[in-house]
């Protein structure tokens, strides 16, 4: 009994631990930071780690996945391909060596992807802890912008994957201004088929 009640601690502490880390997301498309020069892009809807926060700028860690062979982009996993990081183009070297590598995979395709990890300053103003809030608004502009024409699509009608093409096929119907399609296509991802 006691040492059951010494691991229900042990849980228990652990727990805290980890609920201690601080979690968010970021609101908008933002600047990653490094010694105070810009070096790539956030994506709106990107969980964060906070490391330090201050008035200005915050601290942040950011977790997920990218191919050897295309250091610029960072994703949320193997499968899902929600975009959380981009560098320009040109800056392959800069990508690389701006996120550490955690460990290596090699999919079903023999492709080599890295679990990176990588520590960014940005505006403290691009960052909340209020996802649900965020979530709602995310859902409200795309039932706002998106039922014009036909019934809503349910987001668990497509997966990670298959939803920026689809909302992309619909720019020659409704051109939409980036920010606005970068937030429906994040929100269709957090709710697709393959989500969760
Ligand atoms: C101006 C009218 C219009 C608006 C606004 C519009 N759509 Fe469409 N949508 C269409 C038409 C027309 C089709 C059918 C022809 C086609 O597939 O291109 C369609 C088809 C679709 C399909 C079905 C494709 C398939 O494979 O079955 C999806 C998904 C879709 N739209 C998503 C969206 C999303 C997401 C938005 C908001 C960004 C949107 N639509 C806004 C006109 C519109």
Redesign the pocket.
Known sequence: MKFLTTIFVSVLLFGTNLMSANFGTTNTRTDAMINGKSVASVTVLTPVEIVKMSKELTTIKIKGFRLENYPQMVVRDMKRGEVYVEFPNENEELASKSFTIIKKYEDAYGEIWHEVEGEFTINSAAITNDTDTLIKQAQKT?EQ??S???GL?KAK??TVNQWPH??E??MT??P?EKPI?EL?IKY?QHNAADAK
């Open positions: 795309y912008t998106c014009m024409c036909h699509h009608d497509f689809q909302v096929s619909m119907e409704i939409l399609k429906i269709l």
